[in-house]
């Protein structure tokens, strides 16, 4: 919403000399958003006055071009002698022919400077010297017409004009324009009459309503109105006769208009297009000889069409909202009026209407047919039903006394007011709530400056908001309304204090940890968008029968592309690859945690009612209703890990860091992952692991495979890994208290077993730790040996095992007996014998 300074200065008493930009802090603190405040018109500088044509001779050029040599009376201060005015004048060549002498025309003078910067001079043209220059709409900044210059009346809104004067005043040349950006619950702001009550309540001056009619009874004496909708509690209509169509619209008019960021388009309807930015209501006029039995407000039927005042054919909708007569649809209700009745170049009597309109109805029918207006845009916010009356005769007023026209004595108001909701609160609710002291009092005489209707009783306040404030339908926006008119500034800032004893949870701790080894581990978090599709599975070689296929659709996605939420990390991170591989960054080792969604009982999830908390059982519905939303831990490396350099080798990223990855997060939350062959898709067959902590899977790792890379533009031999991270943090041991460091030293076993090629190194590992007990502080697996010696078809794996006890040095004896009893657990559990050459 645009409002000059000086139209809202016309329905509030502004404080002498107050700026837009004041005034602008004074609106931010009143809780409005005001963008910008521009200051037009503060280019035209220097003697720019009015002046009165003495005299004119019209000269032809060569060229065929006629100019006008003018003298002009611009007033004692600024005239120059001249033999044929006593009084003096000055002399300019004029290429327009739309002034006659004695017209007050402005004048330019040598030194003055015009809108785009243009700077007026004394110069030789067409065999003489043009001692300035007669000005036209656009030289001023006032308008886009350059066909001819601007002929003054003698008064223009009570400012008496002649020679000499200055002419800013009269013509609305300079003004500071506010810009706000009005959120929705506040549209009564959209009008220059919201913005100027806000203004006259916050800086305590008085506001002048324009709205001053109450609406009456339902009237029918003019013409015939029939609502066939609840959508249309109300319709005023009025008729106009006797229209000059020839009469422009005032100068004051269309420049408020331009300002406003409206253009203005012939008399009628800039005066519909001027009341509504003045009162908020928007108002249509209808050509009363194009309209063809009653006005009748209903739906559409199927079917129907109707041509807008775009001149665009629209397929109608049932839920659409029209205006229509003997001949059909001739208006979208609230959002745009019919080619068929639009005014004409030739109207002569007019029919207004200033209706009121269902808020959703509107919002629905703008957004189903893409077509927003200004109508639109105040109707769908809610609009003051009050103010149609007042606002018709208000238009109405303007074309009797513009345009010549006669209101008719008989008017239509069918329908009634809507009923607005009383509440009754607490007069300490506002105090509770926004955390400062107010005063029955001060929330009494806040409220009544906002125009609520305010009673006291002995069970608190009953509030009735006036017609203007649909958005008061809550005791908390009443008390919104108190903070805002008390200034935000005057609420305090307190930093509610943490509970004592509480802090982080387990799982919050163990996520911050993972986050934090990981980074340090060299690999680099990223955040993709959790949206997937099916064509993603399949590229990834996901079977039908994989749980991954478990997708949730959402019902309003942000691209058809991808409709689902994810199920898997991994397509959001292959993306990430493949934008940064394309602008050459290929040396990658990428992570993300985030929730992964699978669906849940199939049932629909029941909506709760908001006037109170849903009970157990909705809760538990609801619960169950929800996806499965697990937390995952993905990765994908490529390119180099180590790059080569003049200390050697480079170390290409694979499966070896895919596999230190889920160390470092196992080994971070105090778990040791069992890692065993698999074949699991997007994975190459032979080179994916699968990693379990007991019984548990909690994920896999390994190589991509070819066709996975090909398919989503990755470079060969990509390593990628993914963990359910939630499962693991539940596995996990639990650290309820830092671990002591023993003080005694290690002692330190290296065995050798010959087992079966056909057994994972990660069994034998973890049966050694089965086998060793307590004493066993860590066992690392140092070299796999086939061929020599070692039997066909079996392998050679040994292990460096480590034991220490908190409480004493390790005895020969003991450390023996670990030994052998995890070497036992192994020969037990894979076959495995101690390799004796």
Request: aromatic content about 4%.
């Amino acid at each position: 919403m645009k409002a000059p300074l000086g139209w809202l200065a016309e329905h509030v008493a502004l404080p002498e000399g107050i700026t837009g930009r004041e005034l602008g802090e004074v609106l931010i603190r009143a809780g409005l958003e005001v963008e910008t405040v521009e200051s037009v018109g503060t280019e035209i500088d220097g003697p720019v006055v009015v002046g009165r044509v003495l005299a004119t001779v019209d000269e032809p050029q060569k060229n065929g071009k006629v100019i006008r040599w003018v003298q002009v009376d611009v007033g004692s201060a600024h005239n120059e002698p001249h033999p044929a005015h006593p009084g003096g004048c000055r002399s300019v060549v004029c290429g327009a022919h739309n002034f006659e002498v004695g017209d007050l025309v402005v004048v330019a003078l040598p030194g003055s400077t015009l809108a785009g910067g243009f700077t007026i001079a004394a110069r030789k043209t067409y065999g003489h010297v043009s001692d300035g220059m007669i000005c036209a709409e656009d030289e001023l900044g006032i308008g886009h017409d350059h066909t001819g210059i601007i002929v003054l009346p003698p008064v223009i809104e009570g400012i008496a004009l002649s020679p000499g004067d200055d002419p800013s005043a009269a013509l609305l040349l300079r003004d500071d324009v506010l810009d706000i950006d009005v959120s929705p619950d506040i549209g009564y702001c959209l009008s220059i009459r919201g913005l100027a009550r806000e203004a006259g309540q916050n800086l305590g001056v008085a506001f002048t309503d324009v709205i001053d009619r109450p609406t009456p009874a339902a009237v029918s004496d003019g013409y015939p109105v029939v609502l066939a909708d609840a959508a249309c509690p109300l319709f005023v209509a009025l008729g106009v006769t006797g229209i000059d169509p020839s009469k422009p619209t005032p100068r004051w008019m269309a420049r408020r208009l331009v300002m406003a960021g409206m253009r203005s388009i012939s008399l009628a309807v800039d005066i519909t297009n001027y009341v509504m930015l003045e009162t908020g209501q928007p108002l249509h006029a209808y050509d009363a000889a194009l309209l063809a039995g009653p006005i009748v407000v209903r739906k559409a039927t199927a079917g129907e069409q109707l041509v807008t005042l775009d001149s665009v054919t629209r397929s109608l909708d049932v839920d659409d909202l029209l205006i229509t007569d003997d001949s059909g649809p001739i208006g979208l209700a609230g959002v745009m009026g019919g080619e068929s009745t639009e005014l004409r170049e030739d109207t002569t009597s007019v029919v207004i209407e200033a209706a009121h309109f269902d808020p959703t109805t509107i919002s629905r029918t703008l957004r189903r047919h893409n077509l927003p207006s200004e109508a639109s845009k105040r109707f769908h916010r809610g609009v003051d039903p009050n103010a149609a009356y007042s606002a018709a005769h208000l238009a109405a007023q303007l074309l009797v006394e513009l345009a010549g026209g006669a209101l008719s004595r008989d008017e239509t108001v069918a329908g009634s007011l809507p009923a607005m909701p009383v509440q009754l609160i607490d007069a300490d609710l506002p105090s509770r709530v926004l955390g400062v002291e107010v005063g029955s009092e001060a929330v009494a005489a806040i409220l009544r400056a906002s125009g609520v209707a305010v009673a006291e009783t002995a069970a608190g306040l009953e509030l009735l908001p006036p017609t203007w404030r649909p958005d008061l339908v809550d005791p908390y926006d009443y008390v919104e309304e108190v903070g805002r008119k008390l200034g935000f500034e005057a609420i305090p800032s307190v930093v509610p204090a943490a509970p004592v004893g509480r802090g982080f949870t387990p799982g919050q701790r163990g996520r911050r940890a993972i986050n934090a080894a990981l980074a340090a581990s060299g690999f680099v978090e990223v955040l993709t968008f959790p949206f997937g599709s099916a064509e993603d599975l399949d590229r990834m070689g996901v079977s039908v029968a994989d749980e991954r296929r478990r997708l949730v659709r959402l019902a309003n996605p942000l691209a058809e592309t991808q409709p689902y939420l994810r199920t898997t990390i991994l397509p959001g991170l292959f993306a990430a690859v493949a934008r940064n591989t394309s602008r050459g960054n290929d040396d990658l080792a990428l992570f993300e945690a985030g929730r992964v969604f699978f669906t849940g009982s199939g049932g629909a999830a029941p909506i709760p009612a908001v006037s109170g908390r849903p009970g157990a059982e909705e809760l538990a519905a609801i619960e169950v209703a929800l996806p499965v939303q697990p937390r995952h831990l993905a990765a994908v490396l490529c390119g180099q890990w180590r790059r080569p350099g003049w200390q050697g080798a480079g170390q290409p990223a694979g499966w070896q860091q895919a596999l230190a990855f889920a160390d470092v997060v196992a080994a971070t939350v105090g778990a040791a992952l069992t890692r065993t062959s698999t074949d699991v898709a997007p994975w190459h067959p032979g080179r994916c692991a699968e990693l379990t902590l007991g019984a548990d899977v909690i994920g896999h790792a390994g190589e991509l495979h070819p066709r996975v890379c090909k398919a989503f533009g990755l470079p060969p031999r990509t390593a990628a890994v993914e963990l359910d991270l939630d499962h693991l943090l539940r596995l996990a041991p639990q650290r309820g208290s830092i671990v002591s460091v023993s003080g005694h030293p290690v002692a330190k076993e290296d065995v050798a077993l010959v087992v079966s090629q056909e057994v994972p190194a990660g069994v034998v590992e973890q049966a050694l730790r089965d086998g060793a007990g307590e004493l066993l502080e860590s066992v690392t697996l140092f070299d796999v040996f086939t061929g020599g010696q070692v039997p066909a078809g079996q392998k050679s794996v040994a292990f460096a095992l480590r034991f220490r006890a908190s409480d004493r040095t390790l005895t020969d004896a003991d450390t023996a007996a670990a030994r052998d009893a995890a070497i036992a657990e192994a020969a037990r559990v894979t076959g495995a014998a101690l390799r004796a050459f």
